[in-house]
């Protein structure tokens, strides 16, 4: 091949190699990435994510229906009053329930104080409560004669336990992967922001426009994925828990 048809073929590559770099560093639409930067700068600042608040909605829901049945226990058992006297100012640890409502107002507190208040970004915390939890709980059920008191010497122990375990597979699975998830798109859109400042002669709006993500529209999308799961994982738990209640309340009648 002649040396100089092979310079003409080189330079035309380089020439179209150069172009479509250019081209590609001319796609990045400033206004486009700002709008993204703003959309994370903006849930910074709310200062708790969608995630985190649903998971720390479901530690309340853990409190309350803790709660729930151990009301319900007291009043199946000879009234408010009377059984409210009995298991807590005559405590006893083989047959009162009052200990597995205090386990749950432990792990209330320290998971809305880590979690909510403290917005803290590590396990330490959950793994703490889930296993005080898991411990207390299988020394009572070997020690204690729960099972001698009908259903709800199954049922409660079983919920608390299961709901323990539920906290600490959202927390781990979806809360802290997901905020991780977040900052590091932060990082690639500040990155790639930067990168767009130093492009030779600027950009004007209209080149290459591409309308900016909707921070609401992006938080709706966001809250409508994490609800779906949540609503998902919800009733497969209640179905798991009417098959428990039944297969006791079978068994103790």
């Known amino acids: 091949m002649n040396p100089l048809q092979e310079d003409m073929e080189n330079a035309l590559t380089g020439s179209q190699s150069s ?51 151990w009301i319900i226990e007291l009043n199946v058992n000879g009234g408010i009053e009377n059984t409210l006297e009995k298991e807590v100012v005559q405590y006893d640890y083989y047959s009162s329930y009052f200990d597995i409502f205090l386990l749950a107002v432990f792990r209330f507190k320290v998971l809305i104080l880590a979690y909510a208040v403290c917005r803290l970004r ?7 409560t889930t296993a005080v939890t898991s411990a207390f709980l299988l020394a ?5 004669k729960l099972f001698s008191q009908g259903a709800f010497g199954y049922v409660l ?13 959202f927390l781990d699975f ?7 998830e977040e900052e590091n798109r932060l990082l690639i859109v500040q990155d ?29 999308f966001s809250t409508y994925k994490i609800m779906s799961s949540v609503v998902k994982d919800f009733f497969t738990f209640n179905f798991l828990l009417l098959n428990i209640f039944y297969f006791f309340s079978s068994h103790t009648v």
Request: charged share 20%; net charge negative; proline share 5%.
């Open 122 to 128: 590590h396990w330490w915390a959950i793994a703490l």
């Open 192 to 220: 790639a922001s930067e990168r767009a400042a130093l492009i030779p002669g600027g950009l004007s709006d209209g080149q290459f426009y591409s309308p900016p993500e909707s921070e609401a529209d992006s938080m709706a």
């Open 157 to 169: 122990p079983i919920i608390s336990f299961l709901l323990a375990w539920i906290e600490t597979w």
């Open 19 to 69: 172009h479509a770099s250019l081209r590609d560093v001319h796609s990045i639409n400033p206004t486009h990435l700002m709008a993204r930067i703003e959309s994370y700068e903006g849930r910074e600042k709310k200062g708790i994510s969608d995630v985190r608040r649903t998971f720390c909605l479901f530690v309340t829901f853990d409190l309350l229906f803790v709660t729930l049945l």
């Open 174 to 180: 979806k809360v802290l992967p997901q905020e991780a």
């Open 140 to 144: 009572k059920v070997i020690l204690s």
